[in-house]
Every structure is written in C-alpha cells, then in structure tokens.
Antibody, heavy 126, light 107 residues
Framework: EVQLVESGGGLVQPGRSLKLSCVAS????????MTWIRQAPGKGLEWVAS????????YYPDSVKGRFTISRDNAKSTLYLQMNSLRSEDTATYYC???????????????????WGPGTMVTVSS | DVQMTQSPSYLAASPGESVSISCKAS??????LAWYQEKPGKTNKLLIY???TLQSGTPSRFSGSGSGTDFTLTIRSLEPEDFAVYYC?????????FGSGTKLEIK
C-alpha cells in the first residue's frame, strides 16, 4: 500500500525557516518524480515544487522560487521541502504527492498526482 | 500562467441524480486536465487524467470530457460517498495550476 506521511509543520515567525519531510512507503521511491502542493486555509490548491526521480532537477513557481528548496534522499525514501524567508502567505497545509509518471526509456513525469499524503500544517505568524 | 475557472463553486444534489462540473482554462491545454476528489479525513484522490481517462479504481459513473479550454466532470447516479469537493488541474504546462474547487453537497 502506497503511503506518504508528512511531518515538520508548525508555527513559525515571518522571515524564519522550516523544513518539511515526507516519508514514502509501498512503492519504489526512486522511480517516481515527487511534488509538494499546498492549500491555504479556505483556498484552493497551489503547486509548490517538483523534483525528478533522481533529484537531479527541480521545478518551482515564481511564488516560492529562491525561497523554497525541494530535495530527496532515495536511500531513505524521503522527500524534503526547505522553506526559507517565510511569509504570512505561505500559511497552508502542505501535501506530499507522487507524480503518476510513466516509463519510456527513463522515468518521466505525468504532472498529475496519484497519491497524496494527509498534509502538514504550516502557520507563519508573529 | 494558465488560469483555471471552475463552476459552480457549490452544488447541491440528491443521491441518484447526475451532476456536471465545469472547468475552463484561460488558454488551450489540449486534453491535459485532471480531476481530484477531496473528502474530510481522507487523502485526495485522483479520479481522471488527460481529460477523460479514468484512474484505476475510479467508478465508471464518473466521466470526463472536453479539450482545448472547456472541460466537464460528470457524475451519473450519485452515490452517498460522492459528496465531496472536486478540483480540476491542468497538466499541460508549468506552472501547474488548479481550479478553485466545487463543493458537492447532499440536497
């Protein structure tokens, strides 16, 4: 059974940093691209960051580029999100997701997400 | 960025009825649209991708249609477990973007 479990959320002051983790199980982690998605209270979903299966490339929207860093440790089946210079607008539940992907000479992304974690809440407030 | 506009935001229906949810993209996304279901206490579920392809495990009463800028999620003969929030997401280009959601409630 595929499972994604996030941790590391909490209350943090504006301008400070926080690092989220997501432990994956039930599948071959290093075969899949992974993505963080967030949802602010009462708002819709927002794509935050994606990473290739090897960790060699990363992708971000402008809203977090330069402040957030996605990374992974395939030996530990763990995905990370380092969040720096946090702002009040970063307050959200952060979800770890698996890109459904497909294999064609290499592991490729589909850019949609077939498994989600339950999320971890991040509150940025003084 | 591709803006995704979902409508309605709120929908009330009775079990057994059929409903449709619209998702419009601000520019053509070919058929690269996914639909998700969100329910309290459960992790989000991928229902449909590439506009009309059912994810494994999605009941056949769910269907997706559309291409270009206009897409529709249809649920035939609603079951009690279908009352949830539904989101669309374009998977055609970066940045990936989502609709604002449609809450389907029991009438």
């Amino acid at each position: 059974e595929v499972q994604l479990v996030e941790s590391g959320g909490g209350l943090v002051q504006p301008g400070r940093s926080l690092k989220l983790s997501c432990v994956a199980s039930g599948f071959t982690f290093n075969n899949y691209w992974m993505t963080w998605i967030r949802q602010a209270p009462g708002k819709g979903l927002e794509w935050v960051a994606s990473i290739t299966n090897t960790g060699g490339s990363t992708y971000y929207p402008d809203s977090v580029k330069g402040r957030f860093t996605i990374s992974r440790d395939n030996a530990k089946s763990t995905l990370y999100l380092q969040m720096n210079s946090l702002r009040s607008e970063d307050t959200a539940t952060y979800y770890c997701t698996r890109d459904r992907g497909y294999y064609y000479s290499s592991y490729n992304p589909s850019w949609y997400f077939d498994f989600w974690g339950p999320g971890t809440m991040v509150t940025v407030s003084s | 960025d591709v803006q995704m506009t979902q409508s309605p935001s709120y929908l009330a229906a009775s079990p057994g009825e059929s409903v449709s949810i619209s998702c419009k993209a601000s520019k053509s996304i070919n058929t690269y649209l996914a639909w998700y279901q969100e329910k309290p206490g459960k992790t989000n579920k991928l229902l449909i991708y590439s506009g009309s392809t059912l994810q494994s495990g999605t009941p056949s009463r769910f269907s997706g249609s559309g291409s270009g800028t206009d897409f529709t999620l249809t649920i035939r003969s609603l079951e009690p477990e279908d009352f949830a929030v539904y989101y669309c997401q374009q998977h055609n280009e970066y940045p990936l973007t989502f609709g604002s959601g449609t809450k389907l409630e029991i009438k």
